[in-house]
Nanobody, 121 residues
Framework: QVQLVESGGGLVQPGGSLRLSCAAS????????MDWYRQAPGKQRELVAA???????YYEDSVKGRFTISRDNAKNTVYLQMNSLKPEDTAVYYCNAEVRTRPSLSQDDYWGQGTQVTVSS
């Protein structure tokens, strides 16, 4: 079994910064993609930023230039540095990882429990 534990959420004023972390643990052979999603009240969950094991990244248009995704493969951890936060960034942020638990098995998706980010004055 694989567990993802997120941390770093909280309340911040507009223009402020937060850094989210997500650490994967358990039976892990290899992690490919590690991504961040968010879900605001009454809205669908959306992909915010994505990373590959090789270092490629993707950002949703509204966060480009403000958010940075990074990862430490040795620690099975992904980070999301969020700068210049806006009220519309308020949401529950979820970590997702594509994990192979054994060399002979295909990868499966795992999700963290979510961490609340609230941007408000």
């Amino acid at each position: 079994q694989v567990q993802l534990v997120e941390s770093g959420g909280g309340l911040v004023q507009p223009g402020g910064s937060l850094r989210l972390s997500c650490a994967a643990s358990g039976r892990i052979y290899l992690i490919n993609g590690m991504d961040w999603y968010r879900q605001a009240p009454g809205k669908q969950r959306e992909l915010v930023a994505a990373s590959t094991r090789g270092g490629s990244t993707y950002y949703e248009d509204s966060v480009k230039g403000r958010f940075t995704i990074s990862r430490d493969n040795a620690k099975n951890t992904v980070y999301l540095q969020m700068n210049s936060l806006k009220p519309e960034d308020t949401a529950v942020y979820y970590c997702n990882a594509e994990v192979r638990t054994r060399p002979s098995l295909s990868q499966d998706d795992y999700w963290g429990q979510g961490t609340q980010v609230t941007v408000s004055s």
